[in-house]
């Protein structure tokens, strides 16, 4: 605190600059007390202001007050870390929640006081000159002189604009509104856009998301936005900047185990314990129900989704829990939720619901690990069976296939090449039937030519057609030798 109060006093920080500074303090360890001396006395003191107060008001005043500064926020630190000792809080978890632990009530009560403050401080002071000079003017420019009586007319006709102004809201895409006069609904299809309603206390409205996908989990810890986050992380720190003796592993590695939530530990069919998490994710389908048939949407649908899950997990064996059953798990569960929440008339639609992680209890998970491994096994083998008997099946189906085809083409072939040869002879004998000579001189050539391939021949004619024939044995002049 001394050394804050060192820093602080010649130091220029205004006030605003000066809450976020001691809010990182804060968070890093800085004492309650050290943080509250450098906020006030920062904005209090610094080397431009002491200059000017030494010129203005001496020596003695700049001491007396410099001694009152550091005397009051010495105290006030001290004060403060006495009660943050006492009650047991870490300034660094609790730091900006104030505006939480402070009703609304309060908040609008003290709001309204400060108005009504305000309101008399200025019926008790005068009327500044300029304000006078400036309504003068205003007046002879305009004509419009301004009375106290003109500006209470003002004054309420300002106010009725604002209280009519109050019944103006808007829908945006995705949600559907409800107008509701004295409590009873007389509107509960609102669309998307700009609409009007009686104010307060005569009627009000309602809007909610329909087009939303809400999602719930289980077994899983709360989301945490990052102020949250951060804060949990702290508060399991000492106060004051001490760190507790860090948690590690044999191997050398740091680790943190977080606790699962009671909700996720669930009694199987066969009586063993099953580690089990799960989301869910569903809308509304129905907006006057869902504001005003059930109290608590998110905790029916919670407990709802959670006891299908329950009566689901609990009539089957673990194994089955592990391996084959999520699917109908998941459908089993989000069916009878929606039943329940059809029968309760939420207003409600299951859109999903998901298994992410099944595991049992940490005792006897090296044991189930192996069981689960075995049966992991056990299916792949069978299904590589399965596959080889599928393939040889079909190999064979193929091969008899193959070979059947194979034959009818075969016989195709056959049957073609006999009635060819069957074509071929009859016109054959057609052609021997106009012309024997011929044709029997002409497979006599064909004859001779098949026994005698490669060799010269020679035709000679007939007797009767010798006459003026002339035999040359020689080959022409510039011919190609022949055999």
């Not at 609304?104 to 108005?115: H, P, Q, T, W, Y």
């Not at 004295?182 to 609409?195: K, N, Y």
Request: aromatic residues 8%; charged residues 20%.
């Amino acid at each position: 605190m001394l050394l804050m109060l060192v820093l602080s006093i010649p130091l220029y920080t205004c006030a605003s600059s000066s809450t976020p500074i001691a809010a990182a303090f804060a968070l890093k360890g800085l004492s309650p007390g050290a943080v509250l001396v450098f906020l006030l006395a920062g904005p209090a003191t610094n080397i431009g202001s002491l200059v000017v107060l030494l010129k203005v008001l001496g020596r003695r005043a700049v001491a007396a007050y410099l001694l009152a500064v550091i005397i009051m926020t010495l105290a006030a630190g001290f004060a403060l870390n006495t009660i943050y000792r006492a009650w047991g809080l870490d300034p660094r978890a609790t730091f900006g929640t104030a505006a939480v632990f402070v009703p609304d009530l309060v908040k609008d009560a003290g709001a309204v006081l400060l108005v009504c403050l305000l309101i008399l401080s200025m019926y008790r002071t005068r009327v500044p000159e300029e304000w006078v000079w400036l309504r003068d003017r205003a007046a002879r420019l305009t004509g419009i002189v301004v009375t106290a009586r003109g500006l209470g007319y003002a004054g309420c006709v300002g106010a009725a604009l604002l209280w009519f102004g109050s019944g103006l809201f808007t829908i945006t895409p995705g949600e559907v509104g409800m107008r509701l006069r004295f409590g009873r609904i007389v509107a509960s299809d609102l669309e998307p856009g700009l609409h009007f309603r009686w104010p307060w206390p005569f009627e009000s409205h309602r809007v909610v998301e329909q087009d939303l996908a809400r999602r719930l989990e289980f077994g899983l810890p709360p989301e945490q936005s990052r102020e949250e986050a951060t804060r949990a992380q702290l508060r399991g720190r000492m106060a004051f900047g001490s760190n507790p003796a860090p948690q590690q592993a044999a191997s050398g590695v740091w680790f943190q185990k977080e606790t699962a939530p009671g909700d996720s530990f669930l009694l199987t069919g066969d009586g063993n314990l099953i580690d089990l998490r799960a989301t869910a994710q569903y809308r509304v389908n129905d907006a006057a129900a869902y504001a005003y048939q059930i109290a608590e949407p998110e905790a029916l649908v919670r407990s709802t989704i959670l006891a299908a899950l329950r009566g689901a997990v609990a009539t089957r064996a673990i194994d089955a829990v592990y391996t084959t059953a999520r699917d109908e798990i998941e459908h089993q569960t989000r069916a009878a939720a929606q039943s329940m929440l059809d029968r309760y008339r939420a207003g409600i639609e299951i859109l999903s619901v998901d298994l992410l992680y099944d595991h049992p209890p940490d005792e006897v998970h090296d044991a189930f690990r192996d069981v689960a491994s075995a049966l992991e096994d056990r299916l792949r083998t069978i299904n590589l069976a399965n596959v080889f008997a599928v393939e040889k099946i079909n190999q064979a189906t193929g091969e008899a296939a193959a070979m059947t085809e194979g034959a009818l083409a075969f016989k195709d072939q056959r049957i073609a090449g006999a009635q060819a040869d069957a074509d071929a002879f009859a016109l054959r004998l057609e052609g021997y039937q106009q012309a024997p000579s011929l044709t029997k001189f002409r497979l006599q050539l064909e004859t001779l030519e098949d026994v005698l391939p490669g060799m010269r021949k020679f035709v000679r004619p007939g007797a009767g057609d010798v006459k003026d024939f002339d035999l040359w044995l020689v080959q022409p002049p510039g011919a190609a030798q022949g055999r």
